[in-house]
């Protein structure tokens, strides 16, 4: 025990000897999650995909449901103006782009789809704008596909009492009241689009989902001072003398492992204090849960140090490896671009990463819903750090450390 913690002061000395790099690793995470949050907030806060654009209406039928039709087309955020103008007006406004798209309402419009005869609208796209004009022919798509549906339903109504036997007059008049329904209930409606949420939904501010993707980037750096110290000493063949000394293997490596943990512990507590006051970011959940996650990810962290010092055989190997796999994690496992948007099959994958389940356990403590739990986040960060140690020492057995 007496050589182990000689040997631990020994390594904690060394690193300390190099103290600018390691407080350069203790502020950078705080200095990045500042960066992004105020580079990239505005992109997260933003409802829509894109920036609001113009459009052009002709319409050729001018009557109360399609002015009804318009005031929809008003109501949409992504729309910066629907401009009411003639044909030839926006066919000269798309041309000098200063519209993205032009919806062309014929007339006799509402007369034919009462009667089912649907006279087509059209719309116009400026090639110059191929996102924007995509959208509006998507739009206007869209509400076909609902007028469409309540023909059909119409339809549907009307053969059902035509078997059941109703007269002709009284078909007729049921005819007449569910077209007429369905037609004013499609022109009159408040919204286009309906926002629903997610009661399980995990919200937290932009700072919080910087932190959270960062933090566990930043953390998996902790480890690096260690892991090269062990990969230097083993180029050196220190890990030779150290054979006939008191010290055991498992000792050398564990005295790596906990300086790696402490300048973690440091870390993510610096970040706590800072991201808190600066950003006031929620920590206020059980203590316990925040404990129970960090521990599951410290030990992970450390376990990949190990692993990478074991499979490096120089310090330029270590840096290489290192920082490639922990850029591989990052990507894979969604601290650099959301896993929504990633394919399927890199979503299967980010379940072998520690940045999956640290981000989303980190996600989970923000939220500040109890309802939620980081006990499945815990598990697979324990048995990914487990694997790494497991793999490292079959490797440094056979290369007989």
Request: include cysteine; aromatic fraction near 10%.
């Amino acid at each position: 025990m007496v050589a182990f913690i000689a040997l631990l002061k020994n390594d904690a000395k060394l690193v300390l000897r190099d103290w600018k790099a390691i407080v350069l690793l203790l502020a950078m995470p705080f200095l990045f999650i500042c960066l992004f949050t105020y580079a990239l907030a505005p992109l997260l806060n933003k409802s829509s995909f894109m920036d609001p654009f113009n459009i052009a209406l002709v319409d050729n039928e001018g009557t109360v449901q399609t002015r009804m039709l318009a005031n929809q087309l008003d109501r949409l955020e992504i729309f910066k103006e629907v401009m009411r103008v003639d044909e030839s007006e926006a066919r000269q406004l798309l041309h000098e782009n200063k519209i993205a798209a032009i919806i062309i309402i014929p007339a006799e419009f509402s007369n034919s789809v009462y009667w089912g005869r649907n006279k087509p609208v059209t719309v116009i796209g400026n090639k110059s704008m191929p996102l924007q004009s995509f959208v509006v022919k998507n739009v206007a798509q869209s509400a076909a596909n609902l007028v469409s549906a309540g023909q059909s339903a119409i339809n549907t109504i009307y053969h059902y009492n035509q078997k059941a036997g109703m007269s002709g007059e009284e078909l007729q008049k049921e005819f007449s009241e569910s077209t007429m329904k369905v037609l004013m209930e499609t022109l009159s409606r408040n919204e286009m689009f309906s926002k629903v949420d997610d009661a399980d939904n995990i919200s937290v501010t932009p700072a919080e989902y910087f932190t959270a993707s960062l933090m566990v980037i930043f953390l998996m750096f902790a480890g690096m001072p260690t892991m090269k110290m062990l990969v230097t000493e083993k180029s050196l063949h220190l890990t030779d003398r150290l054979r006939v000394s008191p010290i055991a293997a498992w000792q050398v490596i564990a005295s790596k492992f906990m300086i790696s943990i402490i300048l973690s512990v440091v870390q993510f507590g610096l970040i706590i204090a800072l991201t808190s006051t600066v950003f006031k970011n929620y920590w206020g959940g059980p203590v316990m849960r925040v404990l129970f996650l960090l521990c599951g990810i410290i030990f992970a962290v450390s376990s990949w140090s190990i692993f990478v010092s074991s499979i490096a055989k120089t310090s330029a190997s270590a840096d290489i490896i290192g920082n490639l796999g922990i850029l591989i994690m990052a990507v894979v496992g969604g601290s650099i671009y959301p896993l929504s948007s990633m394919p399927e099959f890199v979503r299967d994958l980010s379940n072998f990463t520690i940045n999956r389940w640290a981000s989303e356990g980190f996600m989970i403590i923000f939220s500040g819903n109890d309802g939620l739990s980081v006990v499945n986040n815990f598990y697979a960060l324990i048995v990914i750090g487990l694997a790494f140690l497991i793999i490292s020492t079959a490797i440094l057995k056979l290369r007989r450390y």
